[in-house]
């Protein structure tokens, strides 16, 4: 075994190798390309660029190169699609996100998009909390995006958290604008609130109603006498003398079984009546259905 897991890591890093070898001549094909289209004419860049680079469906499609290798050498002024998928396998969110709003000018749709398909579910929070500030704090002199952390707060605010939002919002973000979107978000965590303690009461007096079946089943009396005989074999419980008595089996449902015939049926069917206390339980009220 240790040496197939030997041979397993040498594959790995091998594939790993392969890939990234791949990815790097890919990089240079498309430096390849980017220096002659700036060779071309102004109205005929472009042209050659109606779908995406071969690097950047390399980089989105495969799993096994070295992302922080091929970042150090991607990383500049230029191919700004490949870094955010670079960023996002090392899980540098903040960082693709930077580049997706400020270098590729990006939709809020694709920025939202983006957060949304991160998993786990914190680290989507922790992206969208990350989105927030860049639109309220964008680097540089530049103004802040006041109307899209409104859209983000309205249409993600169930997934961030209140407490969060409230210190992530600048000083400088008109109330107005923040009054609404924070509203929706209170109210949507109230709602979620309400119905897990709904959730909870009801999980409760369900648990409390078994609970006083399970006590009344225990409780339930059972009269012995010489003649009585199993439901289901028809066999004497008491021996002929009428003094010592058989192991017995008593069911919810009021049938009184011998020992064996408890152990060739089961402790959920009636052998007598072949009746499923799983499939038919006992009445909601405590009692017990007869059969």
């Known amino acids: 075994e240790k040496g197939r897991e030997r041979t397993e890591a040498t594959g790995g890093r091998e594939e790993e190798s392969l890939h990234t070898e791949l990815a790097f001549c890919l990089l240079q094909e498309e430096r390849d390309v980017r220096g002659s289209e700036m060779e071309e004419a102004p109205e005929q860049r472009g042209s050659k660029r109606k779908s995406e680079s071969r690097l950047h469906s390399f980089l989105r499609q495969s799993h096994r190169y070295n992302a922080e290798l091929l970042l150090s050498a991607i990383n500049g002024p230029h191919l700004w699609e490949e870094q955010v998928v670079l960023h996002c396998r090392l899980s540098l969110h903040r960082t693709a996100l930077q580049i997706l709003v400020f270098h590729l000018t990006a939709s809020a749709d694709r920025c939202e998009a983006y957060c949304s398909n991160l998993r786990p579910k914190a680290q989507a929070q922790t992206a969208f909390l990350s989105l927030l500030?860049?639109?309220?704090?964008?680097?540089?002199?530049?103004?802040?995006?006041?109307?899209?952390?409104?859209?983000?707060?309205?249409?993600?605010?169930?997934?961030?958290?209140?407490?969060?939002?409230?210190?992530?919002?600048?000083?400088?973000?008109?109330?107005?604008?923040?009054?609404?979107?924070?509203?929706?978000?209170?109210?949507?965590?109230?709602?979620?609130?309400?119905?897990?303690?709904?959730?909870?009461?009801?999980h409760k007096a369900q648990y409390q109603r078994v609970s006083e079946m399970r006590i009344s089943a225990r409780l339930q009396n059972v009269t012995?006498?010489?003649?009585?005989?199993?439901?289901?074999?028809?066999?004497?419980?008491?021996?002929?003398?009428?003094?010592?008595?058989?192991?017995?089996?008593?069911?919810?449902?009021?049938?009184?079984?011998?020992?064996?015939?408890?152990?060739?049926?089961?402790?959920?069917?009636?052998?007598?009546?072949?009746?499923d206390f799983k499939l038919l339980p006992a009445a909601p009220n405590g009692e017990f259905l007869s059969s």
């Open 133 to 202: 500030d860049l639109y309220l704090r964008p680097p540089g002199d530049q103004p802040p995006y006041f109307e899209r952390a409104t859209q983000l707060l309205s249409t993600q605010g169930a997934n961030i958290d209140p407490m969060q939002v409230v210190e992530t919002l600048a000083p400088e973000m008109p109330l107005w604008l923040a009054v609404v979107p924070l509203q929706r978000v209170l109210l949507e965590r109230t709602h979620a609130r309400r119905e897990a303690q709904i959730s909870r009461a009801l």
């Open 224 to 275: 012995m006498t010489e003649v009585r005989v199993c439901g289901c074999c028809h066999d004497r419980l008491s021996r002929a003398d009428g003094h010592d008595l058989r192991y017995f089996a008593v069911y919810p449902n009021g049938s009184l079984v011998c020992f064996k015939c408890f152990q060739s049926s089961g402790p959920t069917v009636c052998p007598a009546t072949k009746r």
